[in-house]
Nanobody, 123 residues
Framework: QVQLVESGGGLVQAGGSLRLSCAASGRTFSWYRVGWFSQAPGKEREFVAAISLSGGNTYYADSVKGRFTISRGNPKNTVYLQMNSLKPEDTAVYYC????????????????WGQGTQVTVSS
């Protein structure tokens, strides 16, 4: 069993930055690939970024490449999403997601979800 708790969301002006954190508990967390998804009002939950077990490989949606950076903390029970150059269209609830077998890029592939943290970007 893995528990995920997000933090770091908030209200920011366009062009600003936020850092989201995903703190994990559960002794098998090191076996899981971790990622972030976002869900805007009235839309499907979408893949944002993911990171491999070692942290050596990262994956991003085209819409956030060059602006967002995913990383693992030390010890590796925390995953961060650094969000720079934020745009109003980034406004959404951001969810931390974990999958054991491989990177998840679709919500149906995720084994565990966090409760979500709201990010609001004003224009």
């Amino acid at each position: 069993q893995v528990q995920l708790v997000e933090s770091g969301g908030g209200l920011v002006q366009a062009g600003g930055s936020l850092r989201l954190s995903c703190a994990a508990s559960g002794r098998t967390f090191s076996w899981y690939r971790v990622g972030w998804f976002s869900q805007a009002p009235g839309k499907e939950r979408e893949f944002v970024a993911a990171i491999s077990l070692s942290g050596g490989n990262t994956y991003y949606a085209d819409s956030v490449k060059g602006r967002f950076t995913i990383s693992r903390g030390n010890p590796k029970n925390t995953v961060y999403l650094q969000m720079n150059s934020l745009k109003p269209e980034d406004t959404a609830v951001y969810y931390c997601a974990a999958r054991r077998s491989s990177i998840a890029t679709m919500q149906s592939e995720v084994d565990y979800w966090g409760q979500g943290t709201q990010v609001t970007v004003s224009s």
